[in-house]
Every structure is written in C-alpha cells, then in structure tokens.
T-cell receptor, first 114, second 114 residues
Framework: AQSVAQPEDQVNVAEGNPLTVKCTYS??????LFWYVQYPNRGLQFLLK??????LVKGSYGFEAEFNKSQTSFHLKKPSALVSDSALYFC????????????FGQGTTLQVKP | GAGVSQSPSNKVTEKGKDVELRCDPI?????LYWYRQSLGQGLEFLIY????????KSGLPSDRFSAERTGGSVSTLTIQRTQQEDSAVYLC????????????FGSGTRLTVV
C-alpha cells in the first residue's frame, strides 16, 4: 500500500536558523511527491513537487526539498526560517490509480520563534 | 472564479440532521476532489469527480455520505444523519486535469456536530 509518513508532529526552530521537515514515502515505482502548507483557517497551498529530474526541487517562499530514492525520503528544507513560516506542513504522494488523488501524511506543525 | 470557493465556511449541526456542503471549483477545472481533515489527522480522500462522473468514491466512509457534481462545475457533499465523528474540516480541491498536480484547494467547511 502507498503511504507517506511525517515522523514529527512538531518542529521548533529559531528565526534565521535552517529548518527541515521530514517526510518518507512508501510507493512502488517512481513517486510523484508534493509539499503543501496550511495557514490557520486557510486551505492548503502548494509549495513544490517532484515528478522527475533533478533531485533538488525549489518551490515557493524559498523552500526546497530533496528527493532521495535510496532513503525513500523527500524532506522539506529552508536555509533561513522566518516567523511567518509557522504553519502546518503536509507531504503527499500521488496515488498510483489514474485519478490524481493524493495520499497525505499526518502533517507537521512548524513553529518558528523570534 | 479566481479560486475554489466553499460554503458555508462553518456549520454547526445537531446529531442526526442532514448537511450539505458546497464547492465551486475554478472555472474550466474538470477534476474535483473532496478531502476530510480531522483533528490531529492528515487529509483523508473522500471522492474524485472527472466532469460530472465520480470514477473514484472509495474514500466515502459510509453510505451516509454522498456527493454529486452538476454541469461539470459545482459539487455538493451531503452527509445524512450526522454523527459526532463526522466533525471535521471538509476540503475541496480542483485541478485542470486529473493528474494530481496543480491542485487548488478551497478554504474548507468546518463541520461541528453537537
């Protein structure tokens, strides 16, 4: 079965420090991977995706993610965190059925302290 | 419209009552998805529409849940005889095609069953 795991419920970082939000996946074949962010009382916003090609993917708001096939990981990173990055982050993988539905992880709350 | 619109934004209902949640996707988006976000859990897929048909309704949790889409546009998710465990945020997303990327999410409907 396809699945996504986000092992950390919450990540705390100080403003200006680098941040990493972890994601591992389990899917047969080549995965299509995504990161979304959810601000309070808002819908999910797309950050970035990996479909194929370069393992380092750059996305919105200075975020990037590295696809690592051997470790089946797709960790989200940012070199210097901002207080405004505080939000709920979801990793997702596209289901193998021909519907485009996404399988989401449980989410990780990122808290950036000033 | 410019984005995906969901109404109502909040709904409080008594246990046993029926509720209807509405999603108005981006004009021209043929694919429409409903997800449920329960407290402390990730997003759970409910149903996928391509045009007016629903080729994947595998995520609907019980026969109390149904959805329809008319005119290839607006979709309505109906929950009959609501239960407290139905309390959640119901998110709708639309996409130009059913490829799994390029989702735009609405802000969701927060349903509380008392």
């Amino acid at each position: 079965a396809q699945s996504v795991a986000q092992p950390e419920d919450q990540v705390n970082v100080a403003e200006g420090n680098p941040l990493t939000v972890k994601c591992t996946y389990s899917v047969s074949g080549n995965p299509y991977l995504f990161w979304y962010v959810q601000y309070p009382n808002r819908g999910l916003q797309f950050l970035l995706k990996y479909i194929t090609g370069d393992n380092l993917v750059k996305g919105s708001y200075g975020f990037e993610a590295e696809f690592n096939k051997s470790q089946t990981s797709f960790h989200l990173k940012k070199p210097s965190a901002l207080v405004s990055d505080s939000a709920l982050y979801f990793c997702a993988v596209r289901d193998k059925s021909n519907t485009g539905k996404l399988i989401f992880g449980q989410g990780t709350t990122l808290q950036v302290k000033p | 419209g410019a984005g995906v619109s969901q109404s109502p934004s909040n709904k409080v209902t008594e246990k046993g009552k029926d509720v209807e949640l509405r999603c108005d996707p981006i004009s021209g988006h043929t694919a429409l998805y409903w997800y449920r976000q329960s407290l402390g859990q990730g997003l759970e897929f409910l149903i996928y529409f391509q045009g007016n048909s629903a080729p994947d309704k595998s995520g609907l949790p019980s026969d109390r849940f149904s959805a329809e889409r008319t005119g290839g546009s607006v979709s309505t998710l109906t929950i009959q005889r609501t239960q407290q465990e139905d309390s959640a945020v119901y998110l709708c997303a639309s996409s130009l095609t059913g490829t799994g990327y390029g989702y735009t999410f609405g802000s969701g409907t927060r349903l509380t069953v008392v």
